[in-house]
């Protein structure tokens, strides 16, 4: 049942500036008290509101009114604008000079400050300027608010009204009523869809051409968010008039006309025409030449060669194979080196080997790899320190999750300052972070990438490992042999079993790779539960938390988001004596898993040693990093995780989007991480999902055993299924078509 309270914001108990979401109390006209919460744009303390909503009963700080709807009221007395203008609402007036200036003007206090600004200076201590100061505040706040209103009308929320006021000020009005669809362009978070509701409630046409031109650029841009660079001309017109929702639209103009302005570009292969947006465009071209520019050969003597080789073997007591020794003399006289190879093949060893050989000659290396978990085997299993692509490039600000404002101190301008560069874990770098990189390293620096070329490609735009083998103009070493102690693992032949679309078996004789057939998914997650907290951690000698579920999907009874809730429900029950916190639709408790879920640079982590005394300070969580919540604290709405080494961080209530639960994770955001055991379920899905890529990348995660459970029949169509889904990108052809400009 709807309430409304009237009365004045006594004190912002937190407020949330990038969302707008505030909890306050409220001093009621009646004398009471109470606690709101919503997403309020522009209020402070001391300001007369009036808020609808219902109340929800909060377990530990009793009932609270969530908000639906609010207005800012004019105070209407000398004693409103005393306790407004004492509030600190405008900056400048603090408590004694809003009792000036209240005992100066009294009831009309805010007519004057309004209609008769210049009039503040009679007040002893504000001069001329201060008034026409405090006066602009005033108006400000005022425009805000009426642009508010202006916006509501347009069923726009709080928290993207308060984006699009900040980006147009007053030329909002002309944008939103002649081309809301520029909002698309201009503000984060607003897509074609917003746009056109706005569109819709203006009165725009459906077959306008803004409507069309931003139709087009959302399809593209989207696009990007399932791996593409560019769509073909069929698709691309498909998409778009299911987007228009009108039937067959001609969109010839438009698209001729966004060609003309490069927002995109048209080019012809094999008789198709491919669209890009220009940004895509472009920086797939960079890259390609960038690379090139890269591509030198050095010139190493044999004997040279020979006595680095000897050293390598003789300082690590190895015997290298023949394909390690390509790869080592091949990392000295090139200037790009591709080595790819799948599991047990002695990827480290060769990363290892070049290593050396690059120190033997005093070389400066630095190493690398996309996240923070991958960065970290890295070091661990070279001894060599090692760090994030992000960190390297030093990124500049917190927006890495939208790779157009990605920026990074290293550049071009200031490159890194080394001989050599190795990047591990290659599959997973999509182009904009390629391209980021490229341009920090300067022609002469040499550039060797690590990874497996079978695993899923990249969360983001590109096909960036694949592309550069496919272009056959680079030097790639392929690591095929599968070496004879990673030949007593069932885990490492049945991934190259499944990468080569060969049949496993599934009789559960092995040692660490088991197939539990049931066909329910209530007993598939009873089961799971069972092996994580029963089953497998003495199996494995590892703790209950270390067992990691990937699901191949985010949705459905199986998806992550679902598993998470269950598993959750079992592994770690409610109880008095943890403390809970619900953010949107997750609720964190004291002894979940969490994962990190973007890398954040600023984040302050501590470690703790006796009695939780701080031993060492530092910044950085990253993508992919998993701790348990210790501590939770309903008051501040913080909470405490701790992650491995001992290291705790903070989270204060505006970066809990950051963090999700972590007893269920996808199988694609578990690429660079390994496991003790996984467990993987497998049921029914689509078959652009359930494909031999993901199964082998899920299966290659696990160190000592995996567990699949679910039918052995999807395990099987699986194996056969080559056809992961398309994803169009041109990188090969852009570097085959730069090569051939450098030969002529």
């Known amino acids: 049942m709807s309430e409304t309270i009237k009365g004045y914001i006594e004190k912002i108990i937190f407020r949330n500036d990038s969302n707008g979401y505030t909890v306050f109390e409220i001093s009621g006209d009646d004398g009471s008290e109470e606690t709101c919460f919503g997403t309020f744009p522009v209020i402070n303390a001391g300001e007369k509101i009036e808020v609808t909503g219902e109340y929800v009963d909060h377990s530990r700080y009793g009932p609270q009114l969530k908000m639906s709807s609010y207005k800012i009221l004019q105070p209407d007395d000398s004693d409103a604008a005393l306790r407004y203008l004492a509030s600190g609402a405008i900056k400048g007036i603090g408590k004694v000079m809003a009792e000036r200036i209240v005992s100066k003007f009294g009831d009309d206090t805010f007519r004057i400050m309004e209609e008769e600004p210049e009039r503040l200076a009679e007040v002893r201590g504000i001069s001329v300027r201060i008034a026409r100061k405090i006066s602009a505040q005033f108006d400000e706040k005022k425009e805000m608010r009426e642009a508010m209103i202006f916006l509501q009308n347009y069923g726009i929320s709080n928290q993207l009204a308060v984006k699009i006021y900040s980006e147009y000020k007053d030329n909002m009005y002309n944008i939103i009523r002649n081309n809301p669809y520029q909002l698309a362009d201009d503000i984060k978070g607003v897509g074609f869809k917003i746009a056109d509701e706005i569109g819709k409630r203006v009165g725009i046409s459906e077959d306008s051409s803004f409507r069309k031109k931003s139709a087009i650029n959302y399809v593209l841009t989207m696009s990007g968010g399932y791996g593409n660079i560019y769509l073909p001309e069929d698709d691309l017109i498909k998409s778009v008039n299911e987007l228009l929702g009108i039937g067959e639209v001609d969109i010839t103009h438009e698209l001729e006309d966004m060609i003309a302005d490069r927002i995109i570009i048209r080019k012809k292969e094999d008789n198709l025409n491919l669209y890009y947006s220009s940004y895509m465009y472009y920086m797939e071209l960079n890259c390609a030449r960038m690379l090139l520019d890269l591509n030198c050969s050095f010139r190493v003597s044999e004997s040279r060669i020979d006595s680095i080789i000897k050293n390598i073997e003789k300082n690590h007591d190895i015997e290298l194979a023949d394909m390690q020794k390509s790869a080592v003399v091949a990392a000295m006289e090139n200037g790009v080196l591709v080595v790819t190879g799948g599991p047990g093949t002695g990827k480290t060893t060769t990363i290892d080997a070049i290593i050396s050989a690059f120190e033997e000659d005093g070389m400066d290396i630095l190493l690398a790899a996309p996240t923070g978990r991958a960065a970290k085997r890295m070091s661990e299993t070279t001894g060599y320190p090692a760090q994030t692509i992000h960190r390297l490039l030093e990124l500049s600000g917190s927006a890495e999750d939208d790779d157009r404002v990605m920026t990074f101190a290293r550049n071009e301008s200031y490159p890194l300052e080394t001989d050599v560069v190795i990047i591990d874990e290659m599959s997973m770098v999509d182009l904009p972070l390629l391209n980021a990189l490229l341009k920090a390293i300067v022609v002469g620096t040499r550039l060797i990438m690590v990874g497996d070329v079978n695993q899923l490609p990249s969360v983001g735009p590109g096909n960036v490992l694949k592309d550069i083998i496919a272009s056959n103009s680079f030097r790639v070493v392929m690591l095929n042999k599968v070496f004879r102690q990673a030949q007593d693992s069932d885990i490492i032949m049945n991934a190259h079993r499944i990468n080569a679309g060969e049949q496993i078996s599934l009789d559960n004789k092995s040692r660490d790779f ?128 701790e992650f491995e080494d001992n290291k705790y961080v903070e989270y204060q209530y505006a970066l809990l989007d950051e963090l999700e639960l972590a007893y269920a994770v996808t199988v694609h955001k578990s690429q660079g991480s390994e496991y003790p055991a996984v467990i993987i379920p497998l049921l029914t899905g689509s078959t652009l999902l359930l494909h031999r890529n993901l199964l082998y990348t899920a299966v290659t995660r696990a160190r000592k055993c995996v567990v699949i459970v679910g039918m052995e029949n999807t395990v099987r169509k699986m194996i056969e299924n080559e056809r992961e889904m398309k994803r169009y990108s041109t990188l090969d052809i852009r570097i085959c078509e730069m090569n051939k400009k450098n030969d002529a």
């Open 514 to 641: 088991f197939m539990l057939e049931r066909n329910d998914p209530n007993v598939i997650i009873n089961v799971m539960l069972q092996l994580i907290i029963e089953k497998l951690p003495s199996y494995v000698n590892a703790g209950m938390f270390d067992i990691q579920v990937l699901s191949p999907m985010r949705k459905g009874e199986l998806g992550v988001i679902n598993l998470n809730i269950m598993l959750q429900r079992y592994i770690n029950p409610p109880s008095p004596e943890k403390t809970e916190l619900e953010y949107h639709e997750t609720v964190f408790r004291e002894g979940d898993k969490v994962m990190q879920i973007k890398n954040n640079y600023q984040l302050v982590w501590e470690r703790r040693g006796y009695n939780s005394v701080v031993i060492e300070e530092g910044t950085g969580v990253f993508n992919g990093d998993c701790g348990i919540i210790r501590y939770i604290d309903r008051e501040t709405h913080d909470i405490t995780v």
